[in-house]
């Protein structure tokens, strides 16, 4: 296998890891933070900009010299020289310029993405660990040609870590070693990986381990999954960019804010629970936005092309900050029987949250926790909108996973509405429209018979919602109001109902009010009717 780009090099029989995009010029716009919900989440909360956060950001070095070209120029990101420590084969540095590196144009575009002001997303992380990959990454091959490959062999204490690099080797074997050495340093140190999942062709290591986030370039040039070893959704979820190099940061910084977030307690307390890497990646994952054609199935949890869907941090941290919520109910079937609703009374007290908990099984039974929810709105007819999204780590020095699953369940009728059982993923996810007002079991289930463990700890994410248009005169205008959560609707407007109908959304933007986005449009125009959408 080789990390290159149009040709390979190997350095000390350390394989060379190179920048997944040439170095595009590239500014995270307004619209960018808009988009990802960056915008609204800093116009509703206070001082979300990843205080306190330390970060690491490994870089590919494409120069065959040394010094290996790899370091941020603090004043590209208008960032204090002090933020950064700079590390390389050379050794380390806490000056710019200095010694053991070069300045990476590259490495800066991410960084803009990341952390730099103003455009990055988390714009106030305590500190960044710069690396050349080919130091944080030691990989070579034996004489036998097997891959061996590792990470630092002791905790870099930073708990988001970006990749905006990827491997250009296709062997399933070298990706499954890849994959272990990620994995293994997550479970250990709780670091979440966020890489690119590629510029083409199938998803690529290092995204491909099970405990990180594989980004995919929503808009742009990216890879699509699934994984080439087991058939693993990749990529997780995308967000807008022109490649993967500078969707991933954009995750990255999100994932830093909400880390910021769950520390200081906006998810309640104990605050470790809501700062797990599993919790951070099941709110980031189901607070994205689903575009037109986001597709997935029973046994594949996620969208080939955009995973979970867009990121939207706004609509992740309302979840965050709507606390965690245990199941209601627990009991155990024999292994491979139907797990219909218990039937407990109890009821989940919002329709968005989180929990992290544990399930557990044996050699006999599957364990089954049951989350209890009445979904209504007190409104006849009011549909729903349904999001769970389920994930637990592949355990350290483990070959295979627990096999978890989710499933929605009528819980008066007993009927089942949806599930997600893939039996190779470590993500499940739910998406479902149109659903009527009722009580509902969500269930996560933990299968027995042969497994890893007999216990697994996991995250949980949940959103019901039912969205709501109301209008109301002011003077000779129309003020059309909806809630602000979750985000990503579009007010979109018509003559009338006459067929054929013309929708436009040609209407002025929306303004933030007491926790509605409101529209003022005039009451004369020919366009009388009118919808919100998302996508």
């Known amino acids: 296998m080789y990390f290159t780009f149009n040709r390979h090099w190997l350095r000390g029989g350390v394989l060379l890891w190179l920048a997944a995009a040439t170095h595009l010029m590239l500014t995270v716009r307004a619209s960018t933070l808009d988009t990802i919900g ?249 607070g994205a936005i689903k575009p037109a054609d986001w597709t997935n199935g029973p046994s594949s949890p996620l969208d080939a092309r955009y995973g979970a869907g867009v990121l939207n941090v706004f609509n992740s941290y309302e979840q965050l900050a709507s606390g965690r919520h245990p199941y209601i109910a627990s009991n155990s079937v024999p292994v491979g029987n139907p797990h219909p609703p218990t039937g407990a009374g109890g009821t989940v007290s919002k329709l968005s949250g989180w929990d992290f908990n544990t399930n557990a099984s044996s050699s006999t039974v599957d364990g089954v926790n049951h989350y209890y929810f009445n979904v209504t709105n007190g409104l006849a007819n009011a549909a729903f909108t349904a999001t769970a999204t389920l994930v637990w780590n592949r355990q350290a020095n483990q070959a295979s996973i627990n096999n978890l699953d989710l499933f929605l369940f009528d819980a008066n009728s007993s009927n089942l509405i949806a599930s997600c059982a893939s039996a190779v993923d470590n993500v499940e996810h739910l998406f479902v429209t149109r659903l009527p007002q009722g009580r509902y079991d969500l269930q996560v289930l933990k299968h027995g018979g042969t497994f890893v463990s007999a216990k697994e700890a996991y995250a949980l994410a949940f959103e019901f919602f039912s969205m709501s248009l109301d209008i109301a005169p002011s003077g000779t205008n129309a003020v059309i109001t909806w809630p602000i959560y979750p985000t990503g609707f579009v007010l979109e407007s018509a003559p009338g109902l006459q067929a054929p109908i013309v929708w436009t959304t040609n209407n002025p933007s929306p303004v933030v009010s007491n926790g509605l986005e409101r529209v003022t449009v005039d009451a004369s125009s020919d366009n009388q009717l009118f919808r919100i959408r998302r996508p």
């Open 38 to 286: 960056v915008t609204l989440l800093h116009s509703v909360t206070t001082n979300l900009n990843g205080t306190g956060v330390r970060v690491a950001q490994p870089e590919g070095d494409i120069n065959t010299n040394q010094p290996p070209t790899f370091e941020v120029n603090p004043a590209t990101t208008s960032q204090p020289a002090s933020l950064f420590t700079y590390y390389s084969s050379i050794g380390s540095s806490t000056n710019y310029p200095n010694s053991v590196g070069g300045e990476s144009g590259h490495a800066e575009q991410v960084a803009g993405s990341f952390y730099g002001i103003p455009g990055g997303v988390a714009t106030n992380v305590a500190h960044v660990d710069n690396y050349d990959a080919n130091n944080f990454l030691t990989a070579y091959y034996d004489v036998y040609t097997n891959l061996h490959a590792f990470l630092p062999s002791t905790n870099i204490d930073d708990p988001v870590v970006n990749q905006s690099f990827i491997s250009s080797g296709s062997a399933v074997a070298d990706q499954q070693v890849l994959d272990a050495c990620y994995d293994t340093y997550a479970a250990q140190y709780r670091t979440l990986f966020v890489s690119g999942a590629g510029n083409g062709g199938a998803v690529r290591a290092p995204s491909t381990c099970y405990n990180g986030i594989s980004v995919g370039a929503y808009g742009g040039s990216s890879s699509i999954g699934p994984t080439l070893d087991n058939g693993r959704a990749k990529p997780d979820i995308v967000a807008p960019a022109g490649a993967t190099s500078f969707s991933t940061p954009l995750v990255s910084g999100a994932a830093a804010v909400l880390l910021q977030a769950a520390v200081r307690g906006d998810g309640g307390t104990p605050t470790n629970f809501a700062a797990d890497i599993r919790t951070l990646k099941a709110l980031l994952l189901n």
